[in-house]
């Protein structure tokens, strides 16, 4: 075998937004949970259980927040029109848009507007 044969490339999943969602949401809930069980077992005779149950509580409302930050901004797309070079301003949700001046249909991927026909 030879040294200068390629790396194959590995196929991994990546962390869409979907999937985020649904791990910070396992990872709060599982906290929590054991949070709630630390507390109303341990918690009942002495303060260790309220020590170490009471942090895991508040750590599983807080961390699927912020775990979630980016998937709440909302960001701008400015620029000129594909086809006539107007000026336009939308949101980063926007899929399909008309344009205001010369009326074509312009899409908008990866924060940048492209013509309809060229995707």
């Not at 990872?27 to 918690?43: E, K, M, N, Y």
Request: hydrophobic fraction near 45%; glycine fraction near 8%; charged fraction near 20%.
């Amino acid at each position: 075998m030879s040294t200068k044969e390629p790396a194959t490339a590995k196929s991994g999943r990546t962390f869409d937004s979907a999937y985020r969602f649904s791990f910070a949401i396992a990872v709060g809930l599982i906290l929590f949970i054991a949070g709630l069980v630390i507390s109303l077992t341990l918690g009942d005779g002495s303060s260790i259980g309220l020590f170490f149950g009471i942090p895991l509580l508040l750590a599983g409302l807080v961390l699927p927040l912020f775990m979630m930050r980016d998937l709440f901004t909302l960001n701008e797309v400015k620029g000129p029109c594909p086809y006539c070079a107007a000026p336009i301003r939308t949101s980063d949700a926007t899929i399909k848009l008309e344009c205001p001046a010369c009326k074509n249909v312009v899409v908008v991927r990866d924060m940048k507007l492209y013509r309809s026909e060229g995707v």
